[in-house]
């Protein structure tokens, strides 16, 4: 005879939830005027990972003025437009935003400073 799996266990509460994760909502919309579908998905996170651009010599070789956290972050939250496929219309053009649900207690910043 075959047993039945067993239930799956019930997901822990973690105190950390309570305090670092961070919901974000990611849609994408069709870029076809005629069609506009969305689609979305939440997103739980425990930081908010930034790109830093690497720094450029300018003119003279006096180094490029640092960036803004406030910068990054604006840029991480711009929409982005992306080649992918309409799952109604198929249409190859595409927007993506990134917005914030829900907030934590504390929000951890981690900088990606290489590639």
């Known amino acids: 005879d075959a047993k039945p799996l067993p239930a799956p266990p019930a997901q822990r509460h973690l105190v ?3 305090n670092f994760s961070l919901r974000i909502k990611d849609t994408l919309v069709c870029m076809s005027p005629a069609c506009a579908y969305k689609r979305w998905r939440s997103e739980l996170c425990r930081d908010l990972s930034l790109s830093v651009p690497e720094p450029q ?3 003279g070789g006096a180094p490029t003025p640092l960036v803004s956290l406030n910068t990054l972050i604006e840029s991480f939250f ?5 080649e992918c496929k309409c799952d109604k219309c198929g249409s190859e053009a595409a ?3 990134h917005r914030i649900r ?12 290489f590639k």
Do not use: E
């Not at 711009?78 to 992306?82: E, F, I, P, T």
């Open 57 to 59: 010599q300018a003119a």
């Open 102 to 113: 829900a907030l934590p207690r504390h929000l951890v910043v981690h900088l990606k400073r």
């Open 78 to 82: 711009a929409d982005n437009h992306l």
């Open 16 to 18: 950390s939830d309570d």
């Open 95 to 97: 927007r993506a935003t």
